[in-house]
């Protein structure tokens, strides 16, 4: 390393996020956005008139250029690689589309001993270089602004629900059937799962990603023993996997409101929380020895102004001065959501939790 890179590392490991990640004093509340690069900026619709999500995800150059996006418009204090959850099911043998108005489709659902069988799992290196190669060029533009990169990957359970469903899906009843009723497929399926998740996050962050988030969008569907018996050991492994790396781990969830506390026994450093609860009594549930992330609801972003700004100032006022906590919604942003109001927002964490944070420590 020479003394300029040692700079970045260092400028980068004492970033609001990264001391936020650690539960570490920060001057203002560090906040980011999930999905922020995506259809409610203009730039990102103007890019899409010309490629599909998958060129876009599947070009290093035109990711990198998206990643960027929502960094150049607001205040963020971290960014996330564009890429998307479902990528790593194609190149286990599955043939993915995003379909217009539909959303993504799965064109050779799992339904099998034999679908699973053939199922592969190849090192990310081969299968995923292109999001990894994008990492690198992120890296290549942010270091000099000292942001820190966050890289990510669907969780098992949300990984099976697509690869079993074939889409969007409404009860999840297929996954939940095989989960259920064929205990041998649904450790087979798992287990790849797992090693796929796990690895692709430890080889993200080996590519440059400063922190890796486990999605499980779609978990909130299960009992907690459910939850418990038949996907927390999946979730728990790809964390393992991924905790090779020594960089900070995020695990969320939606709906989890009945399961928080598993949710953090399966593994993480920061946990997601979504508004369906109190951002400080989900903390105090979860045990403050790791960090939150959340808790804004993402349609709070359609309202005026003055009532966004309370909305933003309650969840604050709830957490900040407990050294650990993370601004974002408490899952992706809108489509339609107004710019304007994503600016003021950034802007009003920074603002109010300084304030708050500055009282507390006068
Ligand atoms: O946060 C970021 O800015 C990084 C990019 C990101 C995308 N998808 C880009 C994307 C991330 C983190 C994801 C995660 C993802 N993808 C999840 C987990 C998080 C969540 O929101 O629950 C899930 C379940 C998916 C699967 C997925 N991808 C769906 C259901 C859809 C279609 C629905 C929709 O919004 O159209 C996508 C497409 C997708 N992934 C878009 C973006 C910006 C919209 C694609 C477009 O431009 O048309």
Excluded at 64 to 71: A, G, H, K, S, Y
Excluded at 154 to 179: C, D, H, Q, W
Excluded at 195 to 214: E, F, I, M, P, S
Aim: net charge negative; proline share 6%.
């Amino acid at each position: 390393m020479n003394p300029a890179s040692d700079d970045v590392t260092a400028r980068i490991a004492a970033s609001r996020f990264l001391r936020a990640c650690r539960r570490e004093r920060v001057d203002a509340t560090p906040v980011w956005l999930m999905r922020q690069a995506g259809r409610y900026m203009a730039e990102y619709r103007k890019l899409r008139e010309r490629y599909s999500i998958l060129e876009m995800i599947k070009t290093p150059e035109l990711a990198c250029e998206v990643t960027l996006q929502p960094i150049q418009a607001f205040d963020l204090d971290a960014a996330i690689i564009f890429a998307d959850i479902l990528p790593p099911l194609e190149g286990m043998g599955l043939s993915l589309e995003f379909v217009k108005g539909e959303g993504p489709v799965i064109h050779n659902p799992v339904r099998s001993a034999a679908d699973i069988d053939r199922l592969r799992v190849l090192p990310a290196e081969d299968a995923l270089a292109f999001t990894l190669r994008a990492i690198e060029l992120v890296r290549g533009e942010l270091d000099a602004r000292g942001i820190p990169l966050i890289g990510f990957s669907g969780a098992p359970f949300t990984l099976a629900s697509y690869a079993i469903e074939g889409g969007g899906s409404k009860n999840r009843v297929a996954v939940k059937r095989m989960m259920m009723s064929e205990p041998a497929l649904w450790d087979a399926l798992m287990s790849k799962l797992a090693d796929v998740a796990g690895n692709y996050l430890l080889a993200q962050a080996r590519a440059g990603a400063h922190a890796l988030q486990l999605f499980d969008s779609w978990v909130g569907e299960l009992s907690p023993q459910d939850y418990e018996m038949r996907v927390l050991p999946y979730s728990r492994r790809a964390l393992e996997i991924a905790g090779r790396a020594g960089v900070p781990l995020i695990h969320f969830g939606t709906n989890t409101s009945g399961m928080l506390p598993l949710i953090k026994s399966a593994g993480g450093d920061v946990i997601g929380v979504d508004w369906r609860t109190d951002i400080a009594d989900a903390w105090q549930e979860i045990g403050h020895d790791v960090a939150v992330q959340g808790n804004l609801d993402p349609v709070a972003l359609f309202a005026e102004w003055d009532d966004l700004r309370a909305r933003t100032a309650h969840v604050l006022d709830r957490v900040a001065g407990r050294p650990g906590h993370i601004f974002n919604l408490g899952h992706g942003i809108l489509p339609e959501t107004p710019v304007d109001n994503v600016r003021r927002l950034v802007d009003f964490v920074h603002e109010h939790s300084r304030s708050l944070l500055s009282r507390k420590h006068a």
